[in-house]
């Protein structure tokens, strides 16, 4: 049975240095929950709080309505997949997947065939009678994964479990979390770096930064509106102007372009606007630059455009909408769908826009 995780007012602190700033979040039963952010951020210390590795200096842990700040990690009914794999070097691969059964003291003659059950939902039964030596990485993944879904845990924990694949093997892997996940109905608690693993695989995201979740919502919500500067820049690619908003409302660009970008309270000052590669187009009329250089990748065109005040913008244009590329050093002007942008208060970064 799986477990909702609630985290109220979480503090951890290494000496003076505070590692999480009051860390709260609601994560739903069955729930594909991912803590996303840079180096740093407090994501693997918030995971290591949840199993019960790390002290909590404040703020309160539930299982479901069960407090766990004092649980034993033992005790936690939890899962556990690591960066490093941590499978046993001197166990075949059925006897790693049995190991957590044995250690829970399940009857003897329910082991073999939920082990057996285990592998073949991993697809690596044929290799049952190895030992982890013999594996490549993304097998020895599959181990990995296989022995903490065994046990039936109510919470599935996983630390950057794909970051020592290569590039091709993490896309192959990431998929078959998420099919056993969604299988199994665990809710998992997922830390990565990587935005795009986190938006293919996740039900919800929250993006953090030095101790802080700076949004937390779906993989769309985050890319199409997110909340501040900070996660418009991690998350894929946004360009950055400085701009106005003007009395009547109208975003106002360098060069005089107006944009009627949709607000959520009447504002009028300096202000941020973030916009993707793909939220631009090329347009008769709007701010000027020049083609500085163009890079084909099959179904879209990602183009570097220097604007005549000096500032640089990605734009993209499918392959499909268009007859042919624009050339480097061709003079073009830049639009911007306002519905699509977003926009920000230039000192506190609040945003604007709906």
């Known amino acids: 049975m799986s477990n909702a995780v609630i985290i109220k007012d979480a503090v951890k602190k290494y000496g003076d240095f505070v590692a999480l700033k009051g860390v709260s979040l609601d994560i739903r039963e069955g729930e594909f929950f991912t803590l996303l952010g840079p180096s740093g951020c407090g994501k693997t210390t918030l995971l290591r709080m949840i199993a019960g590795f790390n002290s909590i200096e404040g703020g309160e842990f539930y299982f479901g309505d069960k407090l766990i700040n004092t649980v034993p990690a033992h005790k936690r009914d939890i899962g556990m997949v690591f960066q490093n794999y941590a499978i046993f070097p001197h166990l075949t691969v059925e006897e790693n997947v049995a190991y957590g059964l044995k250690a829970r003291k399940v009857p003897k003659a329910e082991i073999a065939p939920r082990v057996e059950e285990a592998l073949e939902l991993v697809q690596i039964a044929h290799l049952s009678k190895r030992k982890p030596s013999e594996l490549s990485g993304g097998q020895q993944q599959r181990v990995a994964l296989a022995r903490a879904f065994v046990i039936e845990p109510s919470v599935l924990l996983m630390d950057e479990p794909l970051s020592n694949l290569d590039a091709k093997l993490r896309v192959q892997m990431r998929t078959v979390i998420k099919k056993l996940q969604r299988k199994l109905g665990i809710t998992t608690i997922y830390v990565t770096h990587d935005q795009e693993e986190a938006l293919a695989i996740s039900d919800r995201i929250a993006v953090m930064k030095d101790g802080v979740i700076m949004q937390c919502a779906t993989p769309s919500e985050i890319y199409a509106k997110p909340q501040n500067p900070f ?62 250089f163009s890079t084909f990748l099959g179904d879209f065109v990602e183009y570097e455009i220097r604007l005549d005040d000096g500032q640089s913008l990605i734009v993209t244009e499918y392959t499909k909408d268009t007859a042919g590329m624009h050339e480097a050093g061709e003079k073009v002007c830049l639009n911007f769908d306002p519905h699509r942008v977003s926009l920000y208060t230039a000192d506190t970064e609040e945003v604007l826009s709906c």
């Open 231 to 292: 996660v418009a820049g991690f998350i894929g690619v946004s360009n950055f102007l400085d701009c106005e908003v003007s009395k009547d409302g109208d975003t106002v660009l360098n060069g005089g372009l107006k944009i009627p970008v949709p607000l959520r309270r009447a504002y009028t000052g300096k202000a941020k606007l973030s916009a993707r590669p793909e939220q631009l187009f090329f347009s008769d009329s709007g701010i000027a630059g020049e083609v500085q």
